[in-house]
């Protein structure tokens, strides 16, 4: 059973930095596809940034030069280092993940009815 677990969220000033972290379990092999996710109160949830099978990475405009996604296959981690924080920055931020393959991920990375498998969510807060 695949499991996705987040961790690194919390409370920074704006201007700070947080890193968050994804763990998986129950699945070893190399086709991931993994994305951060967010959901502000009140908005719908929107891709923040994402890797590929091959670890292509992909942003969203509002993060791009302010974040950084990466995967660690050793470690089976998904990472996102987030500089620069701002309060819009606020938000639950939810690993996803699925395995197989994806045509056309590089536009559809968004699309967050296309993962198969999602954590339970760690908050960030940026205060201004």
């Known amino acids: 059973q695949v499991q996705l677990l987040e961790s690194g969220g919390g409370s920074v000033q704006a201007g700070g930095s947080l890193r968050l972290s994804c763990g998986v379990s129950?699945?070893?092999?190399?086709?991931?596809?993994m994305a951060w996710f967010r959901q502000a109160p009140g908005k719908k949830r929107e891709g923040v940034a994402a890797?590929?099978?091959?670890?292509?990475?992909f942003y969203a405009d509002s993060v791009k030069g302010r974040f950084t996604v990466s995967k660690d296959n050793a470690k089976n981690t998904l990472l996102l280092q987030m500089d620069s924080l701002k309060p819009d920055d606020t938000a639950m931020y939810y690993c996803?993940?699925?395995?197989?393959?994806?045509?056309?991920?590089?536009?559809?990375?968004?699309?967050?009815?296309?993962?198969?498998?999602w954590g339970q969510g760690t908050p960030v807060t940026v205060s201004s």
């Open positions: 890797v590929d099978r091959v670890g292509n990475a």
């Open positions: 996803a993940a699925v395995f197989g393959s994806w045509e056309g991920y590089t536009i559809g990375w968004k699309l967050d009815k296309e993962y198969r498998f």
């Open positions: 129950g699945y070893t092999g190399s086709n991931s596809y």
